[in-house]
């Protein structure tokens, strides 16, 4: 197994974007890492735009990221509903600070810039968030998958498997 062993945070609220919160999930639970699926609620089912339902299996509140080895940030309209919980958005701030991996795909950008931690970072997100990468202080590339550090961006589904294949990496060194 190629990350065995190592925990990850994996994101989810409603409306979330189906692929890019479950391809990671399959992907790196494949890979070996156990997952754990983090909503607002513990237990609660939430939805993709297209109506596949997943059940969270911890608060985002009770999580000890230093227990955690990354943090994973779907995309879609659910992060526009997670910025909004500050438990969320202090988890992936917390992630950054403590040096793990953070990756966020799409409109989970929004979460980064929301966290505080793209000033300065290369980045990449779906093109319609671009101009909040930037006034959040990013260098926005339009580019599969953006490493900075250990901060990986990607910007829509097409791009998961670049998106995964540096999650794993970055996870292996």
């Known amino acids: 197994m190629e990350i065995e062993g190592k925990r990850i945070v994996l994101l989810v609220e409603d409306r979330y974007q189906v692929l890019e919160l479950w391809y990671p999930l399959i992907r790196l639970r494949e890979a070996g890492a156990a997952v754990t699926v983090a909503g607002p609620e513990r237990g609660k089912v939430y939805k993709s735009a297209e109506g596949y339902e997943i059940t969270a299996d911890v608060s985002a509140g009770s999580i000890k990221i230093k227990e955690y080895d990354a943090i994973i940030v779907p995309g879609g ?49 779906f093109h319609s968030i671009k101009d909040d990468m930037i006034n959040a202080g990013a260098n926005w590339l339009d580019e599969p998958v953006v490493c900075d550090g250990r901060v990986i961006t990607s910007r829509k589904p097409e791009d998961l498997p670049f998106f995964c294949r540096e999650i794993i990496s970055a996870l292996s060194e």
């Open 77 to 125: 309209y659910a992060p526009d509903l997670m910025r909004r919980n500050p438990a969320m958005v202090a988890l992936v701030k917390e992630a950054n600070d403590q040096g793990k991996v953070v990756a966020a795909i799409c409109h989970a950008g929004w979460m980064l810039a929301s966290a505080g931690i793209v000033r300065g970072k290369r980045v990449t997100s």
